[in-house]
């Protein structure tokens, strides 16, 4: 069983910045592959970003160039940097995790753990 616990949400103005970690439970943290997800109200749940060591990266297009990426096997932890935040980007964010690294996944479906989601509001 892997345990996710996010943090880094809370309120910014649009042009800010804003740091999410997730921190994960397990020993074979740098296997997993690892996603952001986003939900805003009335929306369904949609990629930002994924890793896996295999792959690399993956973003979805309305985040390109603004939000990275990135992870710290010494820590079990990803992190993701968003800059040039916009009020569209307001949602929940949450932290995912597989256990294996054979691809980029971008669909809720194709993760196995969830972390309990953290709170970005982006005003204008």
């Known amino acids: 069983q892997v345990q996710l616990v996010e943090s880094g949400g809370g309120l910014v103005q649009a042009g800010g910045s804003l740091r999410l970690s997730c921190a994960a439970s397990?020993?074979?943290?740098?296997?997993?592959?690892m996603g952001w997800f986003r939900q805003a109200p009335g929306k369904e749940r949609e990629i930002v970003a994924a890793s896996s060591w295999s792959a690399g990266t993956y973003y979805a297009d309305s985040v390109k160039g603004r939000f990275t990426i990135s992870r710290d096997n010494t820590k079990n932890t990803v992190y993701l940097q968003m800059n040039s935040l916009k009020p569209e980007d307001t949602a929940v964010y949450y932290c995912?995790?597989?256990?294996?690294?054979?691809?980029?996944?971008?669909?809720?479906?194709?993760?196995?753990?969830w972390g309990q989601g953290t709170q970005v509001t982006v005003s204008s």
């Open positions: 397990g020993r074979t943290f740098r296997r997993y592959a």
């Open positions: 995912a995790a597989r256990d294996d690294s054979y691809r980029l996944y971008a669909k809720p479906g194709e993760y196995d753990y």
